[in-house]
């Protein structure tokens, strides 16, 4: 099976900065559009950033500017650079990925990971 695999959460104090890194295992024949997504207490899931395999990028609004997404296509990793915080950044941070498995009837399916949490102080 798949299996994604976040790590890098933490607590940082406002203005800090944070990496994020998720790594995709497991039966993968290929990795398409890998993203990032978060979760704050009571509130839904939001997209974050989303990367494709030739590296075009999008980012919400709230981040832009202060978020990289990067991925390495050798490794199956996608990476969240996160640079002046704030608290209301705080939030479980989840990363997903549309993989092909290499299960020759599979077609495309999107992966989440577990998350890991990011907790600013200000």
């Known amino acids: 099976q798949v299996q994604l695999v976040e790590s890098g959460g933490g607590l940082v104090q406002a203005g800090g900065s944070l990496r994020l890194s998720c790594l995709a295992s497991?039966?993968?024949?290929?990795?398409?559009?890998m993203g990032w997504y978060r979760q704050a207490p009571g509130k839904q899931r939001d997209l974050v950033a989303t990367i494709t395999t030739r590296g075009s990028t999008t980012y919400s609004g709230s981040v832009k500017g202060r978020f990289t997404i990067s991925r390495d296509n050798a490794k199956n990793t996608v990476y969240l650079q996160m640079s002046s915080l704030t608290a209301e950044d705080t939030a479980v941070y989840y990363c997903t990925a549309n993989i092909k498995t290499t299960s020759s009837w599979s077609v495309p399916a999107d992966y989440w990971g577990q998350g890991t949490q990011v907790t600013v102080s200000s």
């Open positions: 497991g039966s993968i024949f290929s990795v398409n559009a």
